[in-house]
């Protein structure tokens, strides 16, 4: 999957689509506001195992996980980041 078109605009959150439906309670969690926010795209990828991956706007990883993660602990993740920081402090009035 070629994520270098969402370089510095995005953060991509990769999902797995695996057979035994934890993509669906991955995606069940996530919340469209919230994501809008932090500039996530959820992209989806077809594999025997679920794992989820995202990647920061700079195009590394910044988590893989084999089990789903809650929007909250994503949330958390990336405002901890150094760029989201920057973004939220341009936000601020």
Do not use: C
């Not at 996530?40 to 991956?53: P, Q």
């Not at 988590?63 to 402090?89: A, C, F, G, H, W």
């Amino acid at each position: 999957m070629d994520l270098s078109i969402h370089r510095w605009k995005h953060r991509p959150l990769v999902i797995s689509k695996d057979a035994e439906g934890l993509w669906q309670k991955q995606q069940s969690v996530l919340v469209e506001a919230d994501l809008k926010e932090r500039d996530i795209v959820v992209l989806f990828d077809k594999s025997d195992a679920f794992k989820v991956v995202l990647y920061g706007k700079d195009g590394l990883k910044k988590l893989e996980s084999k089990t789903p993660v809650s929007q909250k602990d994503l949330n958390s993740l990336i405002d901890s980041m150094p760029m989201r920081q920057s973004e939220m402090r341009k936000v601020a009035p």
